[in-house]
């Protein structure tokens, strides 16, 4: 085929560059324009290569997609080192999408299944709206979400469980003797914001402690944005004694403005964390977090798929992945440990048969 069309002749026919036509023609990520242009240049030039052509007949890529809202978050990091091993033992290669959580993103990767450029996808959105349930109702490639979907959509989906993994760190301050617990948020629009929010009001009435809309303050998912969050709610209201963060950066960031603040942790300020991250145990003090088992939920994704696309027909399935409470020093002081104070009720107090283990492995 000297004579016939080549990439170069389908990027000049495209108006787009050589590198964009390889990436199209390769099944890599790229823009919906950019595809829709380059297939229809390469389909008026006559142009098929080999492999596209048995991909076209085999109707597999051998390549999965995982998008999530943050590539730099370690709670997905957790997942992708589980997620990568499982699909690359099977002969699948792993494309990774960061969305940066932008619904329209989202939609455009699921939009994008259609173009057959992955033979899966793995997806963990933090908002779940209508037009992704249509997208995923009408998906022709299996698609297994990690995160809350309404019930009744019919997808794989592996959850965590968020609601009780709050009241586990609640139930822990209050055995501490902490009264003042405040609340530190993401987007309430989110489903992790919504259900973390949620559950921190529960667990508060349940243990016969008022709501204050004064302890709750909303920010972002981010280390940065946590720290502006803390900062204003201990200007309006100094006397908090705790911290339910909704995942470890707001932690972190809630540490950084205590320490700046001269405030102790946690002999003037307990703070627990969410995620139980690999940042958790190297902060300092190291951090009292909610394990919401990330590794394991990529794990549990990444097989449902694969059951998927080795021909499993069946109806979708629903794995839930239950939560444990890591006590560290920033609610135990740096004593904590199997043969220290662990900070927790006495049996039949608040926390009874609620499942600790302290950083070192050991039940508490």
């Given at each position: 085929?000297a ?6 002749t ?11 036509v ?44 995982f998008?999530?809202?943050?590539v ?15 699909l ?13 959580a ?7 990767v ?9 033979d ?10 209508e ?11 299996p698609?297994?979400?990690i ?6 959509t ?8 968020s ?6 760190a ?18 309430l ?18 243990l ?24 204003e ?18 932690a ?8 700046a ?14 995620d ?25 994704a ?10 499993g ?13 890591v ?10 440990g ?9 049996p039949?107090g ?15």
């Open positions: 085929m004579d016939g069309p080549t990439i170069n389908i990027a000049e026919r495209a108006g787009v560059s050589i590198a964009s390889s990436r199209v023609l390769n099944g890599l990520p790229t823009r919906q324009e950019t595809v829709r242009k380059v297939m229809a240049a390469a389909d008026e030039l006559g142009y098929v290569r080999n492999a596209v052509a048995r991909s076209l007949k085999s109707r597999r890529t051998h390549q999965v997609a998008a999530m809202a943050d730099g978050n370690p709670a997905y990091l957790a997942m992708l080192r589980q997620i990568q091993p499982v690359k033992a099977a002969g699948y290669r792993l494309v990774l999408h960061s969305t940066d932008v619904v329209a993103d989202e939609i455009d699921l939009h994008s299944l259609g173009e057959r450029y992955v899966g996808l793995i997806m963990s959105p933090l908002r779940v709206t037009a992704h349930l249509e997208m995923l109702a009408a998906a022709r490639t698609v297994v979400i995160g809350q979907v309404p019930e009744g019919r997808v794989d989906n592996v959850r965590a469980d609601r009780t993994g709050v009241r586990l609640i139930d822990h301050l209050y055995a501490l003797g902490r009264r003042r617990i405040a609340m530190v948020n993401g987007p629009d989110t489903v992790p914001g919504a259900a973390r929010g949620a559950a921190y009001r529960e667990a508060l009435l349940d016969g402690l008022p709501y204050d809309e004064n302890l709750v303050q909303i920010g972002d998912f981010y280390r940065a944005e946590g720290g502006r969050a803390v900062a709610l201990l200007a309006r209201v100094p006397d908090v004694d705790a911290l339910m963060c909704a995942n470890d950066l707001i972190l960031g809630a540490l950084d403005v205590l320490r603040a001269g405030r102790r942790v946690p002999e003037d300020v307990a703070v627990v964390g969410m139980d991250t690999d940042l958790a145990a190297a902060s300092w003090p190291s951090l009292t977090s909610v394990s919401l088992g990330s590794a394991e939920r990529g794990k549990a990444a097989e449902l798929l694969l059951e998927r696309l080795q021909g027909d069946r109806e979708p399935r629903l794995v839930t992945v239950p939560p444990e409470l006590i560290r020093a920033s609610t135990a002081g740096e004593q904590s199997p043969a220290g104070p662990s900070g927790l009720s006495k039949g608040p926390g009874a048969g609620c499942e600790h283990r302290t950083d070192e492995g050991g039940k508490a």
